[in-house]
């Protein structure tokens, strides 16, 4: 009772605290729409290339479909917490010019924080907070008869509460309830030759509204300890609900000494002008003996009617239908064995589409990834520590190339805290 106490404290500390506390790698690409999406995964899925649909694992909390929440043992408790580092090395070739111009990044910290609960024998239960997109970046350009620089923060967050329902045996459904909350800032700053006087527009999104998934899990035994499990997602697409707003501050000097003078540009609901889209996501998993798994996967989003509809200051981004594929394996060499026997190894990859257009060429990224969860020398707690490498270029042409490297580490707390002792 002590151990299940403070790991719901925890929970609730580190939820509270979570919103801000990671600092985006800084990426360009991030200015256009609602920054870079992140998929619903943990730190275990992101090292099998990000894969979950049809992931049904007892031992991992899979929030990318919720129909899995059901297929989970009676009496566990599950916790799991994710860091992520990101190192990224950047060249863009500058226009009309041989020369290239590189830059290296960093950024980090909190991930996601999920906990999963049974209910009944056929219900089961989740909820977590996790990123939908991430905003971060700084570069400056010329202008006209003076210069420019553009800087950009913050991101979506979604909180969510989830169920998952054991219909008849190989048959689960599911759903999560979830809050989008969070803002993006887009910075311009302007200083033309002829004053030599800096003035900043400013565009804020703030989200605030309520998100829906649904998920459908269907598994079969294909042969003796072999299990077959096919997985649906659906994502309803929606005007969102929030504020828009432009701020312009302009420098002002007055008696030797300077300020600023900021007005509102703009101000708008952003029912009529911003949306996201409806979300498909399907995957095949295959399980074996209980210590190998492969699955693949295959996402939609249909970003290219979706509306998105800044103040003319920031007008440039255009959207295409989004699609990701992804397949990943785990493999337990002996979940009975020595120590390194038991360690689950985990190889991914996975190529995107992605949902934003630059100078209308597309922006496509690809990854490789590896894995490894250590089992605790006591009970059933695993530290799954990855490596990722992603490249992310544009095409036709090639506008800006970034090549990550990132490393995730995620806290799986595995607890059975629903047994009854027999002793009275």
């Known amino acids: 009772m002590k151990i299940r106490s403070r790991l719901i404290a925890l929970l609730a500390a580190v939820m509270a605290m979570a919103v801000g506390e990671s600092v985006s790698a800084q990426t360009p690409y991030s200015k256009f729409g609602y920054g870079i999406l992140r998929d619903n995964v943990t730190s275990a899925q992101r090292q099998m290339g990000g894969v979950g649909y049809a992931m049904s694992s007892g031992r991992q909390i899979n929030v990318m479909n919720p129909a899995s929440y059901a297929s989970r043992d009676s009496l566990t408790f599950l916790f799991d917490l994710g860091l992520d580092f990101t190192n990224i090395w950047s060249s863009e070739k500058l226009h009309n010019s041989d020369i290239t111009n590189s830059q290296h990044n960093y950024g980090g910290g909190l991930d996601y924080v999920t906990m999963a609960f049974p209910v009944s024998k056929r219900l089961g239960m989740s909820i977590g907070l996790l990123p939908y997109s991430s905003v971060g970046y700084s570069f400056g350009s010329t202008i006209d008869n003076g210069s420019a620089s553009r800087q950009g923060s913050g991101g979506l967050n979604l909180l969510y509460l989830g169920a998952g329902f054991n219909i008849v045996k190989g048959l689960n459904v599911g759903m999560n309830f979830g809050y989008f909350f969070g803002t993006t800032y887009n910075d311009v700053y302007a200083i033309p030759e002829s004053t030599g006087t800096m003035s900043l527009f400013e565009q804020i999104i703030q989200v605030r509204d309520f998100h829906m998934d649904f998920g459908i899990q269907y598994g079969v035994e294909v042969a003796p300890r072999q299990r077959l499990t096919a997985g649906l997602t659906f994502s309803p697409g929606k005007a969102l609900l929030g504020k828009s707003m432009v701020l312009q501050f302009d420098e002002v000097s007055s008696s030797g000494t300077s300020g600023y003078v900021g007005d509102t540009i703009a101000s708008e609901s952003l029912r009529h002008n911003f949306a996201i889209p409806a979300t498909w996501g ?133 607890e059975r805290w629903f047994m009854q002792s027999k002793i009275r």
Not at 324 to 339: M, Q, T
Not at 340 to 361: H, P
């Open 282 to 414: 399907v995957g095949i998993n295959y399980e074996r003996n209980r210590n190998f798994m492969a699955e693949v996967d295959f996402t939609y989003q249909g970003w290219k009617n979706a509306k998105f509809e800044p103040d003319d200051n920031f007008i440039g981004t255009k959207f295409q239908n989004r699609y990701r594929i992804g397949a990943g394996l785990e493999w337990v060499p002996d979940p009975r064995g020595s120590y390194f026997r038991r360690v689950a190894y985990r190889f991914g990859g996975y190529y995107n589409r992605d949902y934003i257009t630059v100078n209308s060429n597309s922006v496509k990224d690809f990854g490789l990834s590896c894995g490894f969860g250590f089992p605790a020398v006591a009970g059933k707690t695993v530290v799954n520590l990855g490596f990722e490498y992603k490249h992310r270029s544009t095409s036709p042409t090639k506008l800006l190339t970034e090549n990550y490297f990132n490393i995730t580490l995620g806290v799986n707390f595995n």
